[in-house]
Nanobody
Framework: QVQLVESGGGLVQAGGSLRLSCAASRSLSTMGWYRQAPGKQRELVALMYNIGSTNYADSVKGRFTISRDNAKNTVDLQMNSLKPEDTAVYYC????????WGQGTQVTVSS
């Protein structure tokens, strides 16, 4: 069983920045972030594959940056120029033969 633990969420004003971190209990092939706002479906934010390629949601391109440290089994999400519509619970995601999910961390962006 793989454990994923997120940290770094909080309250920030529009235009500000936050950095989310996720630590996995073992190495994973794909790691990334999803988010879910109240009343909406969970959506992909950013993924990084084991070869280093990435996928970003169009809504965050140019503002968010995903990074991995495979030696430490961690993945981070640097979020800049935050907007109120970024408000959501952010979930760390990993894959190795099956999906793994963190507990989620709340990000709230005020106007």
């Amino acid at each position: 069983q793989v454990q994923l633990v997120e940290s770094g969420g909080g309250l920030v004003q529009a235009g500000g920045s936050l950095r989310l971190s996720c630590a996995a209990s073992r190495s994973l092939s794909t790691m990334g972030w999803y988010r879910q706002a109240p009343g909406k479906q969970r959506e992909l934010v950013a993924l990084m594959y084991n070869i280093g390629s990435t996928n970003y949601a169009d809504s965050v391109k140019g503002r968010f940056t995903i990074s991995r440290d495979n030696a430490k089994n961690t993945v981070d999400l640097q979020m800049n120029s935050l907007k109120p519509e970024d408000t959501a619970v952010y979930y760390c995601y990993g894959w190795r033969f099956t999906d793994y999910w963190g507990q989620g961390t709340q990000v709230t962006v005020s106007s």
